[in-house]
Every structure is written in C-alpha cells, then in structure tokens.
C-alpha cells in the first residue's frame, strides 16, 4: 500500500465579532461527523480534539430547540479570545490500486476583535499566526450575519448595519488573500456564507436567494470586484449555510450598536443545510492537489519506464553480441578441431612422414606433437570460454527479465495513478444542494 500524504489545505474564516465563525466551524464538522460514509469510497474525519469544544454550540443549540415555542436570542457562544485550529482531512483508499490519499485540512478560528480593530493587534503573536495562515490559505470563507445584513430599513440602520459587518477592514483582509492567491498559482475559492438565514432563504423557489440576492451584492459587490482584480482566476460564490437549522428570527431591534435578534423554533427537526456546498468547494482544492501531485509522480514514473526500457535495449543488444561472438568462437574450434583430426590421422600413417615433415616444415615428430598439444590447449580455453559466455548469457537473460518486471510494475502504477485521478475527477461531479449556492 502506497500512503501519500498531500499539503495541507488551509481555511481562513474571516469576520468580525459575532458574525457566526465558530458556529459555522461547528456546523461543518457536524456536518462531517454525520457524513463520514466509506461507502462513497472516501471519508472526512475530524482530527483533533480541539473539535470536541465545538459540541458546545450543537448542544446550545439543541436545548433551545427542544421546545417548539421557545425562543431565544442568537448568541449561543461566546466570543473567541484567541485563535484556535481545527483540523480533518479528506481520506482516499483504494485496495485495488494499491494506494491510500490523505489530504489534510485545517481551518482557524479568529478573535473577530483581528477585523474589527487590526491596528490595534498587529504586533500581537495571534494576530500574526492568522495573518500567515490567511496568507497560505488555499479557501477562505466569509460568515456574515445575515439578520444584519437584511434587517435595515433607514439610513441610520444601514450605516450601522455595514460599520457591525466591518466591511472597509474585510474588504482589506479580502484584498490580501486575494493577492497571495495569484501568486501560488492554484485553484483558490472564496465563499461568502449566509449564516442565520433561514428566515430569508427560501426552500420553496428556484431561485433560492431571490430574498437576499440583491442585498448581499449591494453590500458585497465592491469587495468581490476589488478581489478579481488581484485574481480572475479564483472561484466566489456566495452559500447559504443553516447553521441554527429548525429556527428562524422573529422580531428584531436595532439598539445604539447593534441589532438584537430573537429567534424562535419552528418545530421541524434541525437539518443542516449548504454545510456540503463549502465542503464540496474545498474537495474541488484537495482534488486539484490530488491530481497536480499525480501528474508529477506520473512524470516520474514514466522516465523510470523510459529508463528501464532504454536499460533493457541495452542489454538486449549485448545479448545479440555475445551469441555473436560465441558463434564465431565455435566456428574457430570446429576449424582448428578439424586441423588437429587431419594431423593427427597423417602422425598417425608412418608411410607419410618425410612427406608431411616437408609440407608442414617440422624439423621432427616432436615437434609435430608439441603443435598437436598447443592446439588441443588451445581447444580447452575456447571451451572453457564458451562456458564463460553461456553463463554470461544466461545472467543477461535474467537482468532482461528483471528489467521486463520492473516496466510492468511502473506501467501497473501508472495504470493506478490514472484510475485514482478518474475517481477524483468522478468525485468531484458529486451533486450538492444547488440551491444553497450561487456562483459569483
């Protein structure tokens, strides 16, 4: 089994105080938890267990809703004070294939005070660990308070409504991301989620943002254009997320600095919605990791081919010269073997001595049989050669086959690589609730 595991992804979560960070962090790792399935022949697990701390909001949230007519206001955690990592990872095995992926994710959650004020933290060490894990993050998501968003009426409300959204200090953040993203040179996606938007997300149209379409882009619309203009190449939608699920606002109130918002359950049993539209975002990210990181080790395996099919040419070739030189060896000693039979069969007829001494100019029998003893020496060694060249061979034949086996392996290898991306790029049709998510 081939383990690979890929870089890991980083997930910035950019908003300011109260926009709903940790509760949509919960949210998708509800999301996971429940959704884990190694039947779809991946599976998404959480990693750490600075997760757990999340059942706060899931179990806040189902207190509040354990009673159809309750109502309660919508802050169900507290304000995060430091920053604080949340980690899973997307897992691929294939026993077919012989390979196992693991690409890992980590999401960190923000103090919203970083947005609201960032004069004021930007010598502080937290500040600068989410400036360099928003500056390496491959996905950024964007919770906004959607009750903020749509419940302003007057002037006075929506100039209040857009200082709580801190949109001057996003549009910044949003502009940096943006920039780092060009430079990497890689598919990045930014997704603005609508939290707390049941009352003003429709299950009912087509068009399911018809009720917050029009002012989300009035309030959006200048930052997702001052982000292109960084990068053309990168992906925004805008999702809706439920992260509160069986409940929508009732009666809201604009106070001095705020809007107060009161929820009330509608009795329905709490569903979690658009969570798989940013999930599906960030498993597009993983598998152009997955395929990149293929692509190369495919490159690498097919000059291993190429090396190996080169190496075995070779040793083909040698093949062909040593049968070569073996066959005219034989040649040789069959010739010089026929010699040593004529001289010996003429030695052997006395009546032609005299004759034989002056045909072949030997002064004496002597030294007829000192030229038959050389002869026969000399036959020795060419055998012994023979053997020597048939070992040779048959260790050629051997390296010929090993050199066949390791194609076969790579060719095998590069057959698995290429089923693994089919499988991601299948996967990556998987459907999603469309009508949580709108390009942008």
């Not at 049709?429 to 709108?438: E, G």
Request: aromatic share 8%; glycine share 4%.
């Amino acid at each position: 089994m081939m383990v690979k595991e890929l870089e890991t992804i980083n997930i910035a979560v950019v908003a300011p105080t109260g926009a709903g960070k940790t509760a949509l962090i919960s949210t998708v790792c509800d999301y996971i938890k429940a959704n884990s399935n190694k039947a779809k022949g991946y599976t998404l697990e959480i990693e750490n267990s600075a997760a757990q701390e999340l059942n706060g909001f899931t179990k806040a949230v189902s207190a509040q809703l354990a009673g159809q007519n309750m109502s309660f206001k919508s802050a169900l955690i507290k304000p995060t004070k430091e920053c604080q990592e949340y980690e899973f990872s997307m897992n691929f095995s294939d026993k077919a294939t012989g390979l196992s992926i693991k690409q890992p994710f980590k999401i960190l959650d923000i103090p919203g005070a970083f947005i609201n004020n960032r004069l004021k933290y930007e010598d502080d060490s937290e500040y600068n660990k989410f400036i360099d894990h928003l500056d390496r993050s491959r996905i950024l998501w964007i919770p906004i308070d959607t009750p903020i968003l749509m419940e302003c009426e007057t002037s006075a409300e929506k100039s209040l409504s857009d200082e709580i959204r801190c949109t001057t200090n996003l549009q910044d953040f949003c502009v940096e991301w943006a920039q780092f993203a060009a430079e990497n040179n890689k598919l990045d996606f930014c997704n603005f989620v609508l939290l707390k938007c049941e009352k003003y997300f429709s299950h009912d149209l087509q068009n399911a943002f018809n009720g917050c379409k029009k002012r989300f882009d009035d309030s959006y619309g200048e930052i997702i254009e001052a982000m292109k203009r960084q990068n053309k190449e990168d992906k925004f939608a805008c999702v809706a997320v439920e992260t509160i699920g069986a409940a929508k606002a009732n009666t809201v109130k604009w106070t001095s600095n705020n809007l107060e918002v009161e929820y009330i359950a509608t009795g329905l049993h709490r569903k979690i919605q658009g969570a798989d539209c940013l999930l599906h975002d960030a498993m597009l990210v993983a598998i152009n990791n997955v395929n990149v990181e293929i692509d190369v080790q495919k490159a690498a395996k097919e000059t291993d081919k190429s090396k190996f099919t080169s190496a075995l040419n070779k040793i083909i070739e040698e093949q062909q010269q040593k049968i070569s030189e073996m066959e005219s060896r034989e040649q040789k000693i069959a010739a010089e073997t026929d010699k040593l039979r004529g001289y010996e069969s003429q030695v052997q007829n006395a009546g032609f001595f005299d004759r034989l001494f002056d045909f072949f100019g030997f002064g004496s029998l002597p030294a007829l049989r000192e030229k038959i003893r050389n002869l026969q020496a000399h036959r020795n060694s060419l055998r012994m050669e023979i053997e020597s060249a048939k070992s040779k061979l048959s260790e050629l034949r051997n390296s010929a086959q090993t050199t066949r086996d390791n194609i076969t392996n790579v060719e095998q290898e590069i057959e698995a690589l290429d089923k693994v991306k089919t499988w991601f790029g299948n996967l990556s049709q998987n459907n999603f609730n469309s009508k949580y998510y709108r390009s942008l």
